[in-house]
């Protein structure tokens, strides 16, 4: 059995990421999400163990202590502290399922440098587009949506650091994009073994 692909997907608040993963998961097999820790609370519809596991401060700051072996990565975003377990990456990818992370820029770069990620970054048409979803999403408070905007210009400035970029401006070419570059990163040479098709006999 081949370990699996680890995938990490970051884009500003609002941008559309959780849209367009959800599309791509219901239609790729093999393709789990790595469910975070967080200190946020719950927007309603969201369920713990399903969107976050939510802790409290006390609780997240046991498990980053147990570093390295506690998070892979951790950071604080928006003022509220998420982290992805360690250990619930590595059982996914040794069941050979390729695990996708949806993370800040921050993070990103901290699994950069544990492993080897293929890394995507989705941005916005423009500011002022992105400015309209997160209110259109009617999830934040006025001053969340100008933590949020402020952030972005930020995070933006990091694109250039991943593998991909990806701007959802049609989401149904976005949700494509997304799902051709899982599909090529699952055919490259180097996840076969030794870089050789199998079963072949050579
Ligand atoms: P994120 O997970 O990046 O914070 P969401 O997936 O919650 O963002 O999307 C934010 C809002 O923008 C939602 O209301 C969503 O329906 C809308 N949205 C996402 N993609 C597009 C798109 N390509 N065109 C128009 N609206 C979009
Ligand atoms: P939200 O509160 O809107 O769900 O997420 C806010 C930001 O936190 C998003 O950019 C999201 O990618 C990021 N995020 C979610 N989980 C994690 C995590 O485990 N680690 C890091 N570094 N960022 C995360």
């Known amino acids: 059995m081949h370990n699996g692909m680890l995938l ?14 959800q599309r791509v998961m219901a239609d790729l097999p093999n393709l789990v999400f790595s469910v975070s820790h967080t200190t946020r609370a719950p927007r309603s519809g969201e369920a713990d163990g399903v969107h976050y596991h939510f802790a409290d401060q006390t609780a997240f700051r046991a498990i980053r202590d147990q570093q390295p072996t506690g998070f892979l990565e951790w950071a604080e975003v928006h003022g509220n502290l998420y982290g992805t377990s360690l250990a619930e990456v590595e059982a996914r990818l040794q069941a050979g ?18 492993s080897t990620p293929v890394t995507v970054f989705i941005a916005p048409p423009s500011l002022p587009v992105l400015e309209q979803r997160l209110r259109g999403r009617g999830t934040e408070d006025e001053a969340t949506i100008a933590k949020r905007l402020n952030n972005a210009r930020k995070e933006l400035a990091s694109a250039g650091a991943y593998d991909y970029l990806i701007v959802n401006d049609q989401l149904d070419e976005a949700v494509e994009s997304l799902r051709s570059i899982i599909i090529a990163e699952r055919s490259r040479r180097r996840r076969t073994v030794n870089g050789q098709p199998m079963h072949w006999g050579v």
């Open 8 to 21: 990490v997907l970051s884009a500003p608040s609002g941008c559309g990421k959780t849209t367009i993963v």
């Open 97 to 114: 399922c390729d695990v996708l992370l949806d993370i800040d820029v921050q993070g990103a770069a901290q699994v950069r440098q544990r």
